[in-house]
């Protein structure tokens, strides 16, 4: 059984830092790119940054230079480090497993994790 589980959200001020984390469990993690995405009430989720099985990073516009994220394949973990937070971060935030190569399609999402930056 797949599982993606993010933890670290909750309530920030504007200006402060959260970092969130997501394990996986049920895959080979290190065949996956990982990804955070975000979706803020009435919008579309959206890209906030994603990492591939080499480490290569991609980020969001609106978060490059405040946000970033990392992997541990060891442990199976993934981490998003957020700093200097704007109230327009505020939402839930869903950590994403994509396969590639023979997996490519297989994809799976977390629960997803509330974050609420006030002003």
Same mark, same amino acid.
């Given at each position: +059984?797949? +599982?993606?589980?993010e933890?670290?959200?909750?309530?920030?001020?504007? /200006? @402060?830092? #959260?970092? #969130?984390?997501?394990?996986?469990? @049920?895959?080979?993690? &290190?065949?996956?790119? &990982? *990804?955070?995405?975000?979706?803020?009430?009435?919008? +579309?989720?959206?890209?906030?940054?994603?990492?591939?099985?080499?480490?290569?990073?991609?980020?969001?516009?609106?978060?490059? /230079?405040?946000?970033?994220?990392?992997?541990?394949?060891?442990?199976?973990?993934?981490? #998003? +480090?957020?700093?200097?937070?704007?109230?327009?971060?505020?939402?839930?935030?869903?950590?994403?497993?994509? /396969?590639i190569?023979?997996?490519?399609?297989?994809?799976?999402? *977390?629960? /997803?994790?509330?974050?609420?930056?006030s002003?």
């Amino acid at each position: +059984q797949v +599982q993606l589980v993010e933890l670290g959200g909750g309530l920030v001020q504007a /200006g @402060g830092s #959260l970092r #969130l984390s997501c394990a996986a469990s @049920g895959i080979t993690f &290190m065949m996956y790119d &990982m *990804g955070w995405y975000r979706q803020a009430p009435g919008k +579309q989720r959206e890209l906030v940054a994603k990492i591939t099985t080499s480490g290569v990073t991609e980020y969001g516009d609106s978060v490059k /230079g405040r946000f970033t994220i990392s992997r541990d394949n060891p442990k199976n973990t993934m981490s #998003l +480090q957020m700093n200097s937070l704007e109230p327009q971060d505020s939402g839930v935030y869903y950590c994403k497993a994509t /396969g590639i190569g023979l997996i490519v399609g297989l994809d799976y999402w *977390g629960q /997803g994790t509330q974050v609420t930056v006030s002003s």
